[in-house]
């Protein structure tokens, strides 16, 4: 279900939770790629262009939020084939291959962006009471998540097995049990989009053929001053899987 809001105690840290992608671990890419993601990629969220706005905690103490086209995803798309989840994030500008400088502007202080990041947070048995809160979704049970150290290197991950009721860090999405690295496919730097894949022949248990999952997830850029420079928040929407 839908969350407007997070409670302050639960609000995110940052969005590589313990059990984070490494980037030096990355799995090879054994298998070939596909040459088209037409029906691949037939799921997914469409999202306004523009619609950044402050993030409920690291964000700065502007009175409106900063324009920043790299964060602001315009549509993330996803689909399995074979063993493998491929997710597509389209952005309203190209992502940089080096850090941003951002001069004084007004309110804004001169800073640099140095990376950014987004997810698919997925509900895969529509319960809130069960997995981690996020930005806009409760529930989630399963943390596809990309990051992009600017002019360094990039890396995919899903977390998963959250704790339970009852357990200290219940509802708290930095703490998983299960964990599964991913590969980094077309786009990137330079380009307004990225695709990356993971082998998810391990979950099924999450995502079941034929049933309906709801999905959210978030977009965030990161400077030397702000844990959430840019923020980007995601409306909730479901996804079918192929049956």
């Known amino acids: 279900m839908r969350k407007?809001?997070?409670?302050?105690?639960?609000?995110?840290?940052?969005?590589?939770?313990a059990g984070c992608g490494d980037p030096t671990t990355q799995p090879a890419p054994s298998d070939p790629w596909p040459t088209d993601y037409t029906d691949i990629m037939?799921?997914?969220?469409?999202?306004?262009?523009?619609?950044?706005?402050?993030?409920?905690?690291?964000?700065?103490?502007?009175?409106?939020?900063?324009?920043?086209?790299?964060?602001?995803?315009?549509?993330?798309?996803?689909?399995?084939?074979?063993?493998?989840?491929?997710m597509r994030a389209d952005f309203s500008g190209?992502?940089?291959?080096?850090?941003?400088?951002?001069?004084?502007?007004?309110?804004?202080?001169?800073?640099?962006?140095?990376?950014?990041?987004?997810?698919?947070?997925v509900d895969s048995d529509n319960d809130d009471a069960t997995g981690a809160w996020g930005e806009g979704i409760a529930g989630v049970d399963i943390f596809f998540a990309v990051k992009l150290e600017y002019g360094q290197w990039s890396t995919a991950y899903a977390n998963f097995g959250f704790p339970p009721p009852g357990n200290p860090h219940y509802r708290?999405?930095?703490?998983?049990?299960?964990?599964?690295?991913?590969?980094?496919?077309?786009?990137?730097?330079?380009?307004?989009?990225?695709?990356?894949?993971?082998?998810?022949?391990?979950?099924?248990?999450?995502?079941?053929?034929?049933?309906?999952?709801?999905?959210?997830?978030?977009?965030e850029a990161e400077s030397n001053l702000y844990h959430h420079f840019a923020f980007d928040p995601l409306a909730p929407g479901q996804w079918t899987l192929q049956p």
């Open 94 to 121: 190209p992502l940089p291959g080096a850090r941003v400088s951002i001069p004084h502007s007004g309110e804004v202080e001169a800073q640099e962006v140095s990376s950014q990041a987004f997810n698919i947070s």
């Open 4 to 17: 407007t809001l997070l409670a302050l105690g639960t609000v995110l840290a940052g969005i590589l939770p």
């Open 172 to 219: 708290d999405i930095h703490y998983n049990s299960g964990h599964i690295e991913g590969q980094m496919g077309p786009g990137g730097p330079g380009a307004s989009y990225i695709i990356v894949r993971m082998d998810v022949s391990s979950l099924g248990t999450y995502l079941r053929p034929g049933s309906t999952v709801e999905i959210g997830g978030w977009s």
């Open 42 to 86: 037939a799921a997914g969220l469409t999202d306004p262009v523009g619609d950044l706005r402050l993030a409920p905690g690291g964000a700065p103490p502007y009175r409106q939020p900063v324009g920043y086209p790299p964060v602001d995803i315009t549509r993330l798309s996803l689909g399995i084939h074979g063993k493998y989840l491929y």
